[in-house]
């Protein structure tokens, strides 16, 4: 079978461990059923079907450092992501790809970096931080801004906690609100309210900003008051990839496919492009 025809057709996979996140997220250890590594690469995602139920574009969570298996972290709120939800270990899943446009790591070596993850928007931005942090001698500064709803929200506790502690990061925390009862040491108010306070060299800084469309033009916004060009300024776009491969037309921008030419694209590239922010 050629590889042209194999990209519509599911790997059989293995559900090999889950952790619960918050009361509406799960994060997914997922091993292919051939034994060999997805091979992708930060900020790609996979086409994820469960039988008799549907198929689903998730982005994948974890580094590519990772080799033996990958993770998925998933809010249920729709009827693959709910199904998906209800699964146990061991259960089987189809996977489709890696697809689109990761990260590049490689131009991105030396450079110093200003990881900036709302909300769900973590979940991708998860794969290239711990992919950084494990080749970290190739990478200069790096800062973590990573805000989300209420403090009940937080993904990846245990390793936001290891990424206070650790001596070669700089992380800073937010949620945009704390209910009365719950405890709340952090910042209180939207990611923006945490750039003005980070001090970074512009020259060599590049921004990756994952989250909720709503958040981008505001992060970006506050990332040119503080002189970062445009073209330092790298994003990850959400739309609806529900090919993977550029046939249906459902995320696509103007002359853009988000799932072939993205999801991460330079800002540069896409501040004329209507709709796209």
């Known amino acids: 079978m050629s590889d042209k025809k194999s990209i519509y057709l599911p790997m059989p996979a ?3 461990n889950i952790e619960k996140q918050t009361s509406r997220s799960k994060l997914f250890e997922i091993k292919l059923d051939s034994g060999k590594p997805l091979g992708h690469i930060p900020g790609q995602f996979v086409e994820l079907s469960i039988m008799g139920v549907g198929e689903a574009p998730i982005s994948i969570s974890s580094s590519p450092t990772k080799e033996d298996c990958f993770e998925v972290c998933v809010r249920a709120v729709g ?17 489709r790809g890696p ?5 590049d790591v490689d131009f991105l070596k030396g450079k110093d970096l200003l990881f900036v993850g709302g909300g769900l928007g973590i979940a991708p931005l998860r794969s290239l931080i711990n ?19 209420e403090p009940c929200e937080l993904l990846f506790s245990v390793e936001v906690a290891q990424w206070k502690r650790r001596r070669d990061v700089k992380h800073y925390l ?7 009862g719950e405890c709340w040491e952090g910042n209180i108010g939207v990611i923006t309210t945490l750039i003005p306070n980070v001090h ?5 800084t590049y921004a990756i900003v994952i989250g909720p469309p709503v958040m981008y033009k505001f992060v970006i916004s506050s990332l040119k008051e503080k002189g970062v060009p445009d073209d330092h300024i790298i994003l990850s776009l959400e739309r609806h990839m529900k090919c993977g491969v ?13 799932c072939q030419d993205g999801p991460v694209f330079n800002f540069a590239s896409l ?6 922010i």
């Open 14 to 16: 293995t559900i090999t």
């Open 79 to 95: 009827n693959v992501t709910n199904a998906l939800h209800e699964m146990k270990v061991g259960d089987k899943v189809g996977i």
């Open 99 to 103: 697809y689109g446009k990761g990260f």
């Open 131 to 149: 992919y950084v942090l494990d080749k970290r001698k190739d990478y200069g500064q790096a800062i973590i801004l990573y805000g989300c709803k």
């Open 174 to 180: 937010t949620v945009d609100r704390c209910p009365d």
């Open 200 to 204: 970074f060299n512009v020259e060599n």
């Open 246 to 258: 550029g046939k249906c037309g459902h995320c696509q921008i103007n002359r853009a496919y988000v």
């Open 271 to 276: 501040k004329d492009l209507p709709e796209a």
